[in-house]
Nanobody, 116 residues
Framework: QVHVVESGGGLVQPGESLRLSCTTS????????LSWYRQAPGKQREFVAS???????DYAASVKGRFTISIENAKNTLDLQMNSLKVADTAVYYC??????????WGQGTEVTVSV
């Protein structure tokens, strides 16, 4: 069983930044695909960003240019730098890790609230 834990959520105002981190019980580089998803109140969970083991990132159109996903080797974390936050970014953010060897694992989520 792989344990996944997200951190870094909080309450910010529109235009501000937050940095989320996801740590796992295994080496973060052991996973083939690392992703962030989010679920806003009353809505379905949606894709935010992903990065494959070779480092190529992918982003949802709604966050492209504002969010940056990265693998931080020194900390063994998957980070999501979120800039120019909008009220529409308010959601619980989830980390997902997948490998062909271990399967698919989710964290419990970290809450991000963007409000004036």
């Amino acid at each position: 069983q792989v344990h996944v834990v997200e951190s870094g959520g909080g309450l910010v105002q529109p235009g501000e930044s937050l940095r989320l981190s996801c740590t796992t019980s295994e080496n973060i580089r052991d996973f083939d695909l690392l992703s962030w998803y989010r679920q806003a109140p009353g809505k379905q969970r949606e894709f935010v960003a992903s990065i494959i083991s070779s480092g190529k990132p992918d982003y949802a159109a709604s966050v492209k240019g504002r969010f940056t996903i990265s693998i931080e080797n020194a900390k063994n974390t998957l980070d999501l730098q979120m800039n120019s936050l909008k009220v529409a970014d308010t959601a619980v953010y989830y980390c997902n890790v997948w490998s062909s060897a271990s399967g698919d694992f989710w964290g419990q989520g970290t809450e991000v609230t963007v409000s004036v």
